[in-house]
């Protein structure tokens, strides 16, 4: 296992156009996310490497219901990895995100995960 399919067996349920990797397939269902891993802490000190890495990964969330809807489905999102088990920690608010070309709303957060690969 991999913390991306941890993530993703964790908030794959609440998406009916399910969650992606990067980039969603060309036409996809709605609503639907897609996750990226955009950076992260290192996971060196000074007594050398740590035995845990961190992901700082990025969801953009998509719907065709409205902005509310976008942001209710965030915040269902965020509720599934902040617990237990994955316990990942907001970077920030969610952003909107402008869906005109495609009529859909979206909304974007970033998380912290720590774990051990």
């Known amino acids: ?6 993530i993703v067996d964790a908030i794959e349920d609440l ?7 990067d980039t969603a397939p060309e036409d996809p269902t ?3 996310v897609t996750l990226q891993q955009v950076g992260g802490a290192p996971n060196d ?3 050398g490497d740590c035995d845990v890495q961190n992901a700082r990964i990025q969801f953009n969330v998509w719907s065709r219901d409205g902005r509310v809807a976008a ?3 965030m915040r269902s999102l ?3 990895v902040t617990a237990a088990p994955l ?3 907001s970077l920030g608010g969610a952003v909107s995100r402008d869906g005109t070309p495609t009529r859909s709303f979206g909304t974007q957060q970033d998380f912290s995960f720590w774990f051990r690969p």
């Open 71 to 73: 942001n209710t489905l």
């Open 1 to 6: 296992m991999t913390i991306e399919t941890d």
């Open 30 to 32: 709605y609503p639907y």
């Open 45 to 47: 000190s000074l007594c």
């Open 87 to 89: 316990r990942a920690v």
């Open 78 to 80: 965020a509720a599934r």
């Open 15 to 21: 998406f009916a156009g399910g969650a992606w990797h």
